[in-house]
């Protein structure tokens, strides 16, 4: 038994034992409807409550006075609507030929005002749009044109580089005067340079200062 109190202790103590008693179940007040009635109640009928005379005699007078009221508002309400539709027939049929195409002229003039409103702002519009897109076009052409031009001018720079650098070059012309100033003055890149920037060659003891 003290083992196995032990044992049971040692479980309780971890950390996700210890978080899970905190929490506490949850019980439904009632026994859930897809239960099922319980074997004990599967047969019980239950004892209809009597009412008292007095409240009976309330309600029914209470239902009564809402049925009549109901059936009041109906009534009025069927009647205002006959009585509508009695009066639009009533229009319709006094209406002459003349009175129906004065009026579907008035309603051709009344949609052609609008029309003509609806025109003046449409062009409103799309003129303010034009504007718009014209600005837009304009400062894309000036900044095209600025990188264009940033871009000429820096391929100017490389070719007046590359100009001054060809003076420089080796051509047929002057190969075998190159020739002649690299036997004459050879060159030798075997050389090392020590913290303070002095240049040493292989064949030069003394140090040579660099700028």
């Given at each position: ?34 239960l099922?009635?319980?074997k ?13 005379e007095?409240?009976?005699?309330e ?24 009585a509508?539709k ?8 006094l ?8 009026e ?69 012309e ?31 003891s ?6």
């Open positions: 038994m003290a083992s196995l109190a032990a044992a049971f202790s040692g479980v309780f103590t971890k950390p996700k034992t210890l978080a899970l008693l905190q929490y506490t179940t949850v019980r439904f007040r009632r026994k859930p409807r897809w099922g009635t319980a004990s109640k599967l047969f019980r009928v239950p004892e209809r409550k009597k009412q008292i007095e409240e009976i005699e309600l029914k007078r209470l239902n009564n006075n809402y049925r009549t009221q109901m059936r009041a508002v109906r009534g009025f309400l069927r009647d205002e609507v006959e509508y009695l009066v639009s027939r009533a229009g319709l049929v209406q002459t030929p003349e009175q129906e195409e004065a579907w002229q008035e309603a051709l003039r009344r949609n052609d005002e609008w029309n003509q409103q609806t025109a003046v702002k449409r062009d409103e519009r799309l003129a303010q749009e034009r504007a718009a897109r014209k600005e837009y076009i304009l400062e894309r052409l000036v900044l095209k044109e600025q990188r264009e031009m940033d871009k000429l001018e820096q391929i100017e720079a490389k070719v007046r580089v590359e100009k001054e650098q060809s003076k420089t070059f080796i051509t047929r002057n190969i075998d005067k190159a020739i002649e100033l690299a036997l004459v003055q050879p060159t030798t890149y075997n050389f090392a340079l020590d913290r303070d920037g002095n240049l040493h060659r292989a064949a030069d003394t140090p040579k200062e660099t700028n």
